[in-house]
DNA sequence: TTTCTTATTTAGAATTATTCCAAGTATTGA
DNA sequence: TCAATACTTGGAATAATTCTAAATAAGAAA
């Protein structure tokens, strides 16, 4: 599916972070770039890796504190499937994810256009500020990799 | 919200087991009597304290087995709503749940009526078995944990 | 029943995922 | 330019889950 057509880059990042009371640095940068680059969903430690390539002094700390940076300011969100480790995904665009629970890939979906978000019945205590559709199945088509659980993407 | 009317209750739940080629056990009777006795969303390791009351020689592999059991064999779901642990929920009725990320607990929140499941554009090669729908905010009623981020419930 | 086969349980070790820490460094704003 | 504070880092610590090997229980066959 389409990813975002307008990724925030630069000083426009700058000001998000802002906004939220949190610096530019360029590991948080450099960290936005690397989830820009290859718009899939890699784990923390999959952003580690392959922001050494570019980076190769950056620390998984920093990673973490990153990424958990990047979601404060609402250009990259968290996605939890299974009991693995957590996911992220720099699609803003309003879609759910298809975890398929054989090769363990994540897939964005679209939501079908009128009522995106499905209709509950939330009682008065409750502030809803995000929702996260997950769907599980088997993905049937080329997956080459389905039948062994290791291999994500 | 009203929990599931008809759990499935000792020969019920062997036969569930079975279906599954798994095996009826003690422990995992135990194990899910304990969710059924007290209908929140524990993690594994609160099942295990719950279950040690009256069964003080199960040990904890056995309750992540028996978890695994139960979710596999359709009486129980897991619930992943953010980095910490896997929660597990017992009413299979079709629900979402609100997770509140200052306090940490989760409640069910009903699907209303009509298409209770979300419009999802799934491309023909996921064929899709569950829908897991999760809402993140906040809970502004009477919540006395909110504030601190340890208390689950 | 008795026996055989295989699944399950158990305690503990091992792994994986994430957070914490303390010291140095960068950023902000006065 | 300086002080205050946020951020980065490597490594230790913790939390969550999985793995292991030996003992036991369950189901099927005889
Ligand atoms: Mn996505
Ligand atoms: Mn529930
Ligand atoms: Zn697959
Ligand atoms: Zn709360």
Redesign the pocket.
């Known amino acids: 599916m389409a990813t975002d057509p307008l990724p925030v880059s630069g000083d426009s990042l700058?000001q998000r972070?802002?906004e939220k009371g949190?610096?530019?640095?360029?590991?948080?940068q450099h960290v936005y770039e690397v989830l820009l680059g290859q718009r899939d969903h890699p784990?923390?430690?999959e952003v580690f890796m392959r922001a050494k390539q570019s980076?190769p002094?950056?620390?998984?700390?920093?990673v973490?504190?990153?990424l958990?940076?990047l979601v404060k300011c609402g250009v990259v969100r968290q996605v939890n499937v299974d009991?693995?480790?957590?996911l992220y995904c720099s699609n803003m665009n309003e879609h759910a994810h298809f975890c398929c629970d054989d090769c363990g890939k994540v897939f964005d979906v679209n939501l079908k256009n009128s009522p995106r978000v499905p209709e509950v019945d939330v009682p008065g205590e409750f502030e809803v500020r995000t929702i996260d559709i997950a769907l599980h199945g088997r993905c049937t088509g080329t997956c080459e990799d389905c039948g062994r659980r290791e291999a994500h993407a």
């Not at 009991?83 to 957590?86: L, N, V």
């Open positions: 700058n972070l802002a949190l610096r530019f640095t360029s590991q948080r784990s923390a430690e980076k002094e950056i620390s998984m700390a920093t973490y504190n990153s958990d940076a009991r693995g480790a957590t």
